[in-house]
């Protein structure tokens, strides 16, 4: 077997970023050894057209073998592998390698038992509870295709999911812990399955691990008549027998991972399984410096890539020790929170996004909880999910007085983009900058013709030169030509990021925004697109504008604008609750969706596009002008006048939690 884990040679980050383009196959090929493979791949890249290509196509491997069995192999069966801590119960899990194996193999014993075999697909609505990764890597180990689905999002987008992915198993909890609340889970699975009627008829068995905490069970669903039989975890686990790791094609998918796209429907990206554990690999070292011995704090959830890459997958691969963190950066119970787990763990490093670091920030801005922890281990803070505010890192880095590095990335590359590689070497840190290209990618800015206009402090569209590097998405589930149509046919030779920024004259990239409806609220990405179909769903609206204004804590949140229908007689304030009650439960409280206002007329061009741009100016106290294609002058005055009357509401439909 490969040692496990072999440094990345420290020849500086040019030398290493060069050689990834003039050799790329040898390149990744080296990497490809760190790994364990039931057939070592001879070929690093196949091009099967411009628009397809495939790493290590000749591999074939188990991911979940090389997370968990191959460690226990080498000797290290008793190092901890997973830390679940839970600061909404105040309690602390700690997992080995052996047992998080053990675990794994007879819950994929159970989903076997159901019927779950390579490619199946099962869909996981979990909590951050042990239960999920468990779920992910039995699945993992079965060569079955699996979609998570975060806890935030309402009983509509799970059955979207459910639609789409067309699961055969439903793994799930009776809930989550939210600050003050529980998110009771099963009557959102039931409704969704009630939502997507025939569309579900595939799910044949729902699996619900039961937590003391949030009540509900298997049982009160036995009756349920749609054709799903629900059982137990543990009462399943307890007559199952261990599974061993099936060996699959590099290519075949390992998740489906569902992200906003600028319209309504989200988008299933493909990750595979070869590539994927290839670049985490290379990764965790290059990047993240990280290996056996050493801890990582990754505050993510698993519903979203960051949790798939750096709570589970890359620290695993690395045999390393993850931390599982089910609460919030304030308020579970203070500003320290973070502080207490690196301090609990010894992690060598946190990895958020820059919103967390702003609540802190904001209840204590002169990190008086730090004194109480000892953060000796700590070496690096990463962000991402969002654009990490100058003000924001200055007072990070200064505070704890480790580097903070700021990196880019998507759900679609599932690992960076961009970062400072402080594995090879530690690059000049900028605050605003997500430093430099990593390896594999070759970053350009384009002119919205696709010209390659790259050149210090030019502004324009990012893109990425293809092949996209291992781990890059594969495609969108159920649609090859969907994914050729989001992102390659824009800039022909390209993959489009959706983001646009410049380079500075040292080869660093700033990140500015998304050039498309996407928008972040709290570093998680929303479609305006999809909060506008909801909108309009509520017969009193006419016509709707959702767009991304800026919000001091979350980055940006979504405010929606609309005319009411006709003949209707809704009293403004009214349709404005029941507007932010009608997102609450189609999207679910992950949107934040809190501002409505209420319009005679939406801005206008005269060809009747919505004046997106210059609503969102004036709501954010920017300059703006006024397009002289406008429908009407007068309508911006009118727009301007109407702010005062929004209707900013509190969260609704909320269950207390027993005291
Ligand atoms: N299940 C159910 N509901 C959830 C949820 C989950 N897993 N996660 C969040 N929610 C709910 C919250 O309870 C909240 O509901 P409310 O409207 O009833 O208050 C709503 O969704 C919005 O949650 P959140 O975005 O977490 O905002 P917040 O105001 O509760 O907290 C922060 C603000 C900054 C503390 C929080 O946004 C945060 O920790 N952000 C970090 C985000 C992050 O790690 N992103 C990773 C992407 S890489
Ligand atoms: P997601 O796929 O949910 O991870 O969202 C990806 C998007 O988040 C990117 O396209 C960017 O718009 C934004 N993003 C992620 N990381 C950064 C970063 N470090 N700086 C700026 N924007 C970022």
Same mark, same amino acid.
């Given at each position: 077997m490969t040692e496990i884990m072999s440094a990345v040679p420290r020849n500086g980050y040019q030398e290493v970023w060069d050689r990834s383009q003039s050799h790329r196959d040898d390149f990744w090929l080296e990497a490809a050894e760190r790994l364990d493979w039931d057939t070592a791949p001879?070929?690093? =890249?196949?091009?099967?057209s411009e628009t397809e290509w495939r790493w290590f196509p000749d591999g074939t491997l188990n991911v979940c073998a090389n997370a968990l069995d191959r460690h226990i192999d080498a000797g290290?069966?008793?190092?901890?592998?997973l830390i679940a801590d839970s600061a909404m119960t105040g309690t602390q899990q700690r997992i080995s390698y052996l047992e998080l194996r053990d675990r794994v193999a007879t819950f994929a014993g159970a989903l076997r038992s159901l019927g779950?075999?390579?490619g199946n697909r099962v869909l996981i609505y979990c909590p951050m509870t042990p239960e999920a990764v468990v779920a992910m890597l039995a699945c993992a180990r079965l060569g079955a295709i699996y979609s998570v689905v975060f806890g935030g999002f309402a009983a509509n987008e799970l059955a979207t999911r459910i639609e789409d992915a067309k699961p055969s198993v439903i793994v799930t909890s009776s809930g989550g812990l939210e600050p003050g609340r529980q998110v009771r889970y099963l009557p959102l699975v039931h409704r969704a399955l009630e939502i997507c009627?025939?569309?579900? %008829? !595939?799910? @044949?068995a729902v699996i619900v691990a039961n937590r003391d905490e949030v009540p509900g069970s298997a049982a009160d669903y036995a009756?349920? !008549?749609?054709?799903a039989a629900w059982h137990d975890w543990d009462t399943l686990v307890a007559g199952a027998e261990p599974a061993d790791p099936v060996p699959v094609n590099?290519?075949? &998918?390992?998740y489906i991972l569902y992200t906003s796209g600028t319209t309504g429907s989200p988008k299933g990206i493909v990750r595979d399984s070869g590539g994927y554990a290839v670049a985490l690999s290379w990764v965790m070292r290059g990047?993240?410096?990280?290996? &056996?011995g050493d801890t990582i704090f990754?505050? %993510?959830?698993?519903?979203w890539v960051v949790g798939h890459s750096f709570i589970v997958y890359g620290p695993l691969i690395a045999g390393g020790t993850t931390v599982l963190y089910e609460g919030k950066? +304030?308020?579970?119970?203070?500003?320290?929170a973070f502080w207490r787990v690196l301090a609990e763990t010894g992690a060598k490093i946190l990895s958020t996004a820059p919103t967390a670091l702003r609540a802190i920030r904001r209840e204590d801005p002169d990190l *008086?909880?730090?004194?109480?922890?000892? /953060? %000796?281990? =700590?070496?690096a803070i990463y962000l991402a999910g969002e654009r990490m505010d100058p003000e924001t890192w200055h007072w990070l880095r200064d505070g704890l007085g480790v580097p903070v590095v700021d990196h880019w990335w998507q759900t679609e590359t !599932?690992?960076?983009?961009?970062?400072?590689p402080l594995g090879i070497e530690e690059l000049q840190v900028k605050a605003g900058s997500t430093t430099v290209p990593m390896p594999g990618y070759n970053v350009r800015i384009v002119d919205a013709a696709g010209?390659?206009?790259?050149? &210090?402090?030019v502004e324009g569209n990012i893109a990425i030169k293809?092949?996209?590097?291992? !781990?890059?998405? /594969?495609?969108?589930w159920g649609s090859k030509q969907r994914f050729i149509d989001s992102y =390659?046919?824009?800039?022909?030779?390209y993959y489009a990021s959706g983001d646009a920024g410049h380079f500075d004259d040292d080869g660093h990239l700033f990140v500015m925004g998304r050039t498309d409806d996407v928008i972040n609220v709290a570093g998680h990405r929303l479609s305006t697109g999809s909060l506008e179909e909801v909108l309009t769903? @509520?017969?009193?609206?006419?016509e709707c504008a959702v767009i991304g204004i800026a919000d001091e804590l979350k980055g940006q949140r979504a405010a929606g604008f609309v005319t009411i229908s006709r003949g209707s007689d809704i009293a403004s304030a009214t349709l404005a609750s029941e507007l932010i009650a009608l997102i609450r439960e189609? +999207?679910?409280? +992950? *949107?934040s969706f809190r501002d409505v206002t209420v319009l005679n007329r939406l801005p206008k061009?005269? %060809?009747?596009?919505? /004046?997106r741009k210059t609503m969102r100016q004036i709501v954010d106290g920017e300059e703006y002008t006024v397009p002289?294609?406008?429908?009407?002058?007068?309508v911006v005055d009118e727009f301007i006048e109407a702010l005062s009357t929004t209707v900013s509401a509190p969260p609704t439909n909320v269950v207390t939690l027993p005291r």
């Open positions: 001879q070929t690093a =890249l196949e091009q099967r290290r069966g008793d190092t901890i592998a779950v075999e390579k009627g025939e569309e579900a %008829s !595939g799910v @044949h009756d349920d !008549g749609a054709g590099a290519n075949d &998918p390992l990047i993240y410096d990280f290996g &056996p990754t505050a %993510s959830d698993v519903g950066p +304030v308020g579970t119970p203070d500003a320290g *008086a909880e730090l004194a109480k922890y000892d /953060l %000796s281990n =700590l070496r !599932g690992w960076p983009i961009c970062a400072n010209a390659d206009i790259t050149a &210090p402090g293809l092949p996209l590097p291992p !781990g890059g998405m /594969l495609e969108i =390659l046919a824009a800039f022909p030779g769903q @509520h017969p009193a609206v006419a189609q +999207v679910g409280p +992950v *949107a061009t005269r %060809s009747g596009k919505i /004046l002289a294609t406008i429908e009407d002058a007068g």
